[in-house]
């Protein structure tokens, strides 16, 4: 079932990213289906968190979809080549995200290996946040897209992940965010070799 709506524009990112562990990610590029189930998740609050991209009310061309109601992508570059895939959460105005880290492969497996330039299936196949929107043909044309219509969409597949299974800790890449650093909001699915290798 097609997540809708309404999960997406809940008020917690910290809650909604935890949820989504489990939860599966799908695309339909040029006609193709790919996609496969969340492992890793990253949260990220406009009030309270430097890391953020909306943080203190920031409003620019890159963050202007984060202003938007939830069930929208968030894409965009970093390093100049690898683009990221946010999911934006909460109600209008409410500028929050959950960055989606990691994922382990379920459909259209030969596609992604050609996306990727690879021979065979192997951790890095989706295993990172810059290498699972490649896998799934997401670039920053998605910009702002629809997550309930038929390009990238979300499924509940009724799987329930029990809450031990689901380590939290702090969050990868922003030595810039002050003492928000510290904050355990990256989820992970216990033994899944899909997420990704950041420590």
């Not at 599966?24 to 890793?40: D, K, P």
């Not at 196949?125 to 038929?150: K, S």
């Not at 597949?157 to 990256?186: C, F, H, K, T």
Request: aromatic share 10%.
């Amino acid at each position: 079932m097609k997540i809708p709506l309404e999960y997406y524009r809940r008020p917690d990112p910290v809650e909604i990213a935890r949820d989504l562990i489990g939860k599966y990610l799908y695309t339909r590029i040029s006609g193709v289906l790919t996609g496969g189930r969340i492992v890793e998740t990253e949260a990220y609050a406009h009030i309270n968190d430097q890391a953020c991209h909306s943080h203190l009310g920031r409003y620019t061309a890159r963050t202007k979809v984060m202003y938007e109601p939830g069930g929208v992508a968030y894409t965009y570059l970093i390093y100049g080549r690898y683009v990221l895939f946010n999911i934006i959460t909460n109600e209008a105005g409410k500028a929050d995200a959950v960055l989606i880290r990691g994922l382990e492969p379920t459909e259209g497996i030969p596609e992604m290996l050609l996306r990727r330039g690879m021979s065979s299936v192997q951790r890095n196949l989706t295993a990172g946040p810059g290498l699972l929107t490649q896998a799934l043909g997401i670039t920053t044309a998605h910009y702002g897209t629809d997550l309930t219509g038929d390009l990238i969409w979300m499924e509940d597949r009724g799987e329930i992940v029990a809450y031990d299974d689901v380590i939290a800790s702090p969050r990868v890449g922003i030595d810039y965010a002050g003492d928000d650093v510290s904050l355990p909001w990256r989820f992970r699915l216990k033994g899944s070799k899909w997420v990704s290798p950041a420590k």
